[in-house]
């Protein structure tokens, strides 16, 4: 078992071998006179480990640990501290602590990877507990869902979530949401399949009532578009019903069911991550990569 996680672990943060993180020497000894092992950069000589760099860093606890927490946060339909606690037999301090470093890891992925092609966007809210009112609840949060085309790279859409904390927000949600007992085949749509998923929070004065207004659009939008695209995305917030539209309501729609059924709700402080974890789940679905892999190569990324 210690092998097999030492190879997951070394592979997810090497996938074409040993790379000395400051000189990029290709070969290392391997030391093994720790718990973990070391490997030593044979023309530089720096010593650095698995976790070294990663959101790993400065933990105590073991990589088996991170490993099966990988593998259980990587199931269809996640899994809350408490489980985690009970499953790995840690404090409940520590596994919430490692489900939030991981969510930490999808997020700054999250970050960095722009729309392109063209988007459309739609409005929802999360928190409202099924009033349909005009004035809005402390509790509240808008939630922008956006689809992008990606012609210049495939025939697929993107898809881009934001949550938005505003003002006096309200939207008819969906009667008949669906229940996505199993993200990583998220296959019923009215379009394509979505192909990537991001989540943010973005400041409410860009919120007017129940809408964006269009002169504030390009100002938002274009922190999650590519620069070459926000010419022709300038106000992606469509009203327009159609079935792209639709789709994107029926994904709110589904974030607000898995939230609700799976954490009981989350406060506003860490909303933010579970929308991104929710994203990261059907972008998932959608790639050759499975989710535990996935989750693995992003945790050994280097933090910047």
Not at 7 to 36: D, E, L, M, V
């Amino acid at each position: 078992m210690r092998d097999e996680v030492l190879t997951y672990f070394f592979r997810s943060k090497w996938p074409n071998g040993y790379c000395c993180s400051r000189c990029g020497h290709r070969q290392a000894y391997t030391i093994r006179t720790r718990k973990a092992p070391l490997f030593q950069c044979a023309n530089c000589r720096y010593q650095s480990s698995l976790t070294t760099g990663t959101i790993m860093e400065h933990t105590r606890t073991s990589l088996e640990n991170w490993y099966a927490a990988l593998q259980l946060m990587s199931r269809p339909g996640g899994i809350h501290a408490v489980q985690l606690q009970q499953r790995l037999k840690v404090s409940y301090k520590t596994a919430w602590s490692m489900l939030k470093r991981v969510r930490m890891a999808i997020s700054m992925m999250d970050m960095e990877r722009p729309l392109f092609g063209s988007v459309q966007a739609q409005l929802g809210f999360y928190g409202d507990a099924g009033r349909q009112s005009l004035r809005k609840d402390p509790r509240e949060h808008s939630i922008i869902a956006m689809s992008a085309s990606l012609q210049s790279l495939s025939k697929k859409n993107d898809l881009l979530m934001k949550a938005v904390p505003c003002e006096n927000l309200s939207l008819k949600s969906l009667k008949s949401p669906l229940k996505p007992a199993l993200f990583n085949t998220y296959k019923e749509s009215l379009i394509n399949p979505v192909n990537y998923l991001k989540l943010k929070i973005a400041n409410p004065a860009f919120m007017n009532n129940r809408g964006m207004p269009a002169v504030l659009q390009p100002l938002f939008f274009r922190n999650h578009i590519a620069k070459r695209d926000l010419a022709v995305n300038s106000c992606p917030l469509s009203l327009e019903v159609d079935n792209r539209s639709l789709y994107l309501r029926r994904v709110i729609s589904d974030a607000r069911y898995w939230i609700n059924h799976t954490f009981h709700g989350i406060g506003a402080k860490y909303l933010q991550l579970y929308w991104d974890e929710f994203c990261f789940r059907l972008n998932c679905g959608n790639r050759p990569l499975s989710a535990h892999h996935a989750l693995g190569t992003l945790c050994m990324q280097a933090v910047r």
